[in-house]
């Protein structure tokens, strides 16, 4: 087939024990997944119907280099347990969806908190602070046939060797399979989705020349340095 322009290349992320690669079709993050983080941002901690953004496939970081974002002054780290899909479909049943599941990967969500802010003051949407260049650092993918499907462990981040976030994976509020099933109400799920599930209390700025390592226990970890 002929194009008319050069076809973009697939953004994918490397699977671990795999010369293969993980094809990234969509990115969905899910917001305000853990209490003591809601709390943090102002918001009632009770469980409410989730609610998702989108980031986009070519906004993952895999070189282990944060560019510090332009037009802002507050950028943010939010540490997440990334699940990345094999299957999808629509109306996926709870106890149906853990199968759709391929592996698990460390993710940050890297927000531009003051253009976020003005966007939420002004009803809009959040995409200028969140779905930036380079603002998805991600580790490679675990598959689930290694290391199963993990339901606790913990999920920490440090900064310059500084503990800066510290969660663990039975805090979450929407646990993955029911993630994944309502998510499927509202789109079509596809192979090659990624589904950031939330961060834990504890997000904060970063600075040129930060040093930043994330792990989820039992998952991986991520380092990256903020230039």
Wanted: proline share 8%; charged share 20%.
């Amino acid at each position: 087939m002929d194009y008319a322009l050069p076809v973009p290349a697939t953004p994918s992320l490397p699977i671990r024990e795999s010369d293969a690669r993980f094809p990234v079709h969509r990115i969905y993050c899910v917001g305000r997944n853990y209490a003591a983080h809601a709390i943090e941002m102002g918001h009632d901690p009770d469980r409410e119907e989730p609610f998702f953004f989108q980031k986009n496939p070519d906004t993952l970081v895999l070189d282990g280099r944060f560019p510090y974002p332009a037009q802002s002054s507050d950028v943010h780290h939010e540490l997440e347990l990334v699940v990345a899909l094999r299957s999808g479909g629509t109306d996926i049943a709870v106890d149906a969806a853990q199968a759709s599941v391929f592996g698990y990967a460390v993710g940050l969500d890297m927000t531009r908190r003051d253009l976020q802010a003005q966007m939420k003051k002004m009803g809009r949407p959040w995409e200028i602070g969140k779905a930036f260049e380079q603002s998805a650092p991600c580790s490679e993918i675990v598959p689930a046939s290694l290391i199963g499907h993990p339901e606790q462990g913990a999920v920490q981040l440090f900064v310059n060797g500084e503990l800066r976030q510290d969660g663990d994976l039975n805090q979450l509020i929407w646990k993955v399979p029911e993630m994944i099933a309502y998510l499927s109400r509202l789109f079509t799920l596809a192979p090659g989705d990624l589904i950031f599930t939330g961060t834990p209390a504890g997000v904060g700025p970063v600075q040129r020349g930060d040093r930043l390592r994330g792990t989820i226990a039992g998952v991986a970890e991520l380092e990256i340095e903020v230039v």
